[in-house]
C-alpha cells in the first residue's frame, strides 16, 4: 500500500486522528502517490495548542535571529530546489520548468521575509507635547493560519509563513488535500533549519479542517487561497469569529490588445498566458480581446499557437502543457466546453478528444479556442481553470475596459499596446488589481502586494509585499513622559 502522510504538530510528525483518507494518483500517469489524512476538529485543535504553546518563546526571539532561520530554509530551499520542483510535478501536473518557476517565486518570499528587522520596524515621534514623545511598536499577534489551493503547491503557502513567523508569530498551514507532498517536503526543511517545536505546523485535511480553523479560538487570523466561492465562506465565518481574515478568491482574466500592439508577439504571450499550468493560475489569461482590426490577426495567432502545443506528462522534456489536477475537476471542464456549444458559442478549437498514448489514465484536455461567447453565457461569467481562452472582439479601447468591467471577477488584466497614452488610459480606469502592460501573467512579486478587488478577493491587507507586515503585526502606540 502507498504510504499515508502524517500531519506536523509540535515539531513531531504525528498520525492524524482522521477516519477518512484520499487517494492521490499522479495527475498525468494516474499512479498512486499516496494516502491524504483528512483530519478535524482534534487534530487542528493539537495543532493550535503546540503554535500557541511555541509563542510565548518565539515572539522573544529577537527578530535579527528569526531571520537566521529563514536563510538556513532559504539555503535548504536552493539546494533541494529540484527535488521540489518535481515533486510539483509529481502531484500537480504542471510541467518541470512551470514547477520551477514557481517554486523560485515561493522562495523569494523567504529571501524577502529575511529582511523583517527592517520591515518590522515602529516610528516615533518625539515632543508631540512638550517633553511627551510618542512612538509605535509592531508586535506579533499570536497563531495565523493559512488554507491553500491545489494550483500552485510549493509556492501560494510560501506566500504566508515566512512573513507569520518572521514577525514573532507561530503558524498552522492546511494545504490542499489534492497537493500536500511539496509542503511535506518543505516542512521537514523546517525541521532540518532547526526551527523550534511548534513554531510550524502542517495539518492535512479538507474542509473539516478548514472548518475548525475557521473557528478556533486559538487562532488570531486566517490566509485563505482558493476560489470564490470557498473564499466567501471562509471571509464570512472567520470574520465572525474575530479574526483577522485576507482571503484570495478566482478569477476571469481579460488580455487586451491594441491594433497598434506587436500582434505576434501579444499571440505567443497571450498563448502562454491562457494555456501554461493548463489554464490553471488565478493570474491566466481567459478572455482575449482583440480591439479593432487587431481580431482576426490575433485569433489565427493563437489557433496556430495552440495547436503547436504538446500535450503529456510535464516530467518529460518537450511537453507544454500538462493534464489538469483530476479526474473529477477534467470534468468540470469539458461540462464547460460543453455548456459553451449549447449556449451556442462557436467552438474554433476542441481540445477534448486530446489523449496521450503512454498514459491513458491522466486527465489531458487538450486546448480550446471559443469565439461569439456572449458575457451572460456559463462560460461568459464564470471561472473554468482550464486551457480553455475566449477570444472576444472590442470596438475601441473604451469598448474593451468595459468588457473587462462587466466580469465579477477582478484579479489580473494585461493590456498589449505600443501606446503611451492607452496603457496610462486603462491601468488608470480599469479597475482590476493586478495589471500587464505587454505583460501576459502579471506574477506575483514577494516585494509587492499581491490579491484581487471585487469577487476575487474578501479582505483588505493583501499577501506579501509590506501588506504582509501590516497583516501580522499589531501596532501599539506608547505614549512617555519621564519627569
Ligand atoms: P478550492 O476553493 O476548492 O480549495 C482551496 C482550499 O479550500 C483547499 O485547501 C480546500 O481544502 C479548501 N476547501 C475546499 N472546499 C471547501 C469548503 N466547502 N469549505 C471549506 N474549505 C474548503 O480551490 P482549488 O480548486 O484548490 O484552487 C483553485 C482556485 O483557487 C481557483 O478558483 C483559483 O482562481 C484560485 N486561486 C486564486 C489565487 C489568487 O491569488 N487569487 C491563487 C491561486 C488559486
Known amino acids: 500500500m502507498e504510504p499515508t502522510l502524517r500531519n506536523f504538530i509540535g515539531g513531531q510528525w504525528v498520525t492524524s486522528s482522521a477516519t477518512d483518507w484520499l487517494d492521490q494518483p499522479n495527475p498525468a500517469t494516474g499512479k498512486p502517490l499516496g494516502r491524504v489524512p483528512l483530519s478535524g476538529q482534534r487534530d487542528v485543535d493539537d495543532a493550535v495548542s503546540a503554535a500557541r504553546e511555541a509563542f510565548g518563546k518565539w515572539r522573544e526571539v529577537p527578530p535579527v535571529q528569526?531571520?537566521?532561520?529563514?536563510?538556513?530554509?532559504?539555503?535548504?530551499?536552493?539546494?533541494?530546489?529540484?527535488?521540489?520542483?518535481?515533486?510539483?510535478?509529481?502531484?500537480?501536473?504542471?510541467?518541470?520548468?512551470?514547477?520551477?518557476?514557481?517554486?523560485?517565486?515561493?522562495?523569494?518570499?523567504?529571501?524577502?521575509?529575511?529582511?523583517?528587522?527592517?520591515?518590522?520596524?515602529?516610528?516615533?515621534?518625539?515632543?508631540?507635547s512638550s517633553g511627551i514623545d510618542c512612538e509605535f511598536v509592531r508586535q506579533p499577534i499570536g497563531v495565523f493560519a493559512a488554507i491553500t489551493p491545489y494550483n500552485f503547491p510549493a509556492m501560494v503557502p510560501l506566500w504566508f509563513y515566512p512573513y507569520a513567523i518572521a514577525t514573532g508569530n507561530t503558524f498552522v498551514l492546511k494545504p490542499s488535500e489534492q497537493v500536500p507532498r511539496s509542503q511535506v517536503r518543505?516542512?521537514?526543511?523546517?525541521?532540518?533549519?532547526?526551527?523550534?517545536?511548534?513554531?510550524?505546523?502542517?495539518?492535512?485535511?479538507?474542509?473539516?479542517?478548514?472548518?475548525?480553523?475557521?473557528?478556533?479560538?486559538?487562532?488570531?487570523?486566517?490566509?485563505?487561497?482558493?476560489?470564490?466561492?470557498?473564499?466567501?465562506?471562509?471571509?464570512?465565518?472567520?470574520?465572525?469569529?474575530?479574526?483577522?481574515?485576507?482571503?484570495?478568491?478566482?478569477?476571469?482574466?481579460?488580455?487586451?490588445?491594441?491594433?497598434d500592439a506587436d500582434i505576434d508577439r501579444a499571440v505567443n504571450v497571450a498563448s502562454e498566458s491562457v494555456f501554461g499550468c493548463a489554464g490553471q493560475r488565478c493570474l491566466a489569461g481567459s478572455v482575449i480581446v482583440g480591439t479593432g482590426?487587431?481580431?482576426?490577426?490575433?485569433?489565427?495567432?493563437?489557433?496556430?499557437?495552440?495547436?503547436?502545443?504538446?500535450?503529456?506528462?510535464?516530467?518529460e522534456d518537450g511537453v507544454t502543457m500538462g493534464p489538469v489536477v483530476s479526474r473529477a475537476h477534467r470534468e468540470r471542464v469539458l461540462d464547460y466546453i460543453e455548456s459553451g456549444v449549447s449556449e451556442g458559442a462557436e467552438l474554433a478549437l476542441d481540445g477534448r478528444g486530446v489523449a496521450v498514448k503512454e498514459y491513458p489514465g491522466g486527465n489531458f484536455i487538450g486546448p480550446t479556442i471559443?469565439?461569439?461567447?456572449?458575457?451572460?453565457?456559463?462560460?461568459?461569467?464564470?471561472?473554468?481553470?482550464?486551457?480553455?481562452?475566449?477570444?472576444?472582439?472590442?470596438?475601441?479601447?473604451?469598448?474593451?475596459i468595459l468588457t473587462v468591467q462587466k466580469s465579477e471577477y477582478a484579479n489580473a488584466v494585461s493590456i498589449f499596446t505600443t501606446s503611451g497614452r492607452s496603457a496610462r488610459e486603462f491601468r488608470?480606469?480599469?479597475?482590476?488589481?493586478?495589471?500587464?502592460?505587454?505583460?501576459?501573467?502579471?506574477?506575483?512579486?514577494?516585494?509587492?502586494?499581491?490579491?484581487?478587488t471585487k469577487g476575487s478577493f474578501f479582505g483588505d491587507l493583501k499577501a506579501h509585499g509590506k501588506d504582509a507586515v501590516e497583516f501580522y503585526t499589531d501596532k501599539k502606540v506608547v505614549i512617555s513622559r519621564w519627569t
Open 66 to 128: 528569526r531571520a537566521r532561520y529563514l536563510f538556513k530554509l532559504k539555503h535548504l530551499l536552493d539546494l533541494h530546489f529540484e527535488e521540489i520542483a518535481r515533486i510539483v510535478t509529481e502531484e500537480n501536473g504542471k510541467t518541470l520548468d512551470e514547477s520551477r518557476g514557481s517554486l523560485r517565486r515561493g522562495i523569494e518570499n523567504v529571501e524577502h521575509a529575511c529582511g523583517i528587522p527592517t520591515m518590522m520596524m515602529g516610528d516615533t515621534l518625539e515632543d508631540v
Open 186 to 259: 518543505i516542512f521537514e526543511l523546517m525541521q532540518e533549519a532547526g526551527i523550534p517545536p511548534g513554531v510550524v505546523n502542517l495539518v492535512h485535511g479538507g474542509k473539516d479542517a478548514v472548518n475548525a480553523l475557521l473557528r478556533h479560538p486559538g487562532i488570531a487570523g486566517i490566509s485563505f487561497v482558493g476560489s470564490s466561492n470557498v473564499a466567501r465562506h471562509v471571509y464570512r465565518t472567520a470574520a465572525e469569529h474575530g479574526k483577522r481574515v485576507q482571503a484570495l478568491g478566482g478569477a476571469k482574466n481579460h488580455i487586451v490588445v491594441m491594433p
Open 293 to 315: 482590426n487587431s481580431y482576426d490577426r490575433l485569433r489565427d495567432g493563437l489557433l496556430g499557437a495552440a495547436t503547436g502545443l504538446r500535450v503529456g506528462y510535464g516530467m
Open 370 to 400: 471559443f469565439e461569439s461567447v456572449d458575457q451572460e453565457m456559463k462560460i461568459g461569467r464564470e471561472e473554468i481553470f482550464g486551457p480553455v481562452a475566449t477570444v472576444a472582439r472590442a470596438e475601441s479601447l473604451d469598448d474593451a
Open 428 to 452: 488608470y480606469r480599469v479597475g482590476v488589481s493586478m495589471i500587464g502592460v505587454n505583460i501576459g501573467v502579471a506574477a506575483p512579486m514577494a516585494f509587492f502586494p499581491f490579491g484581487g
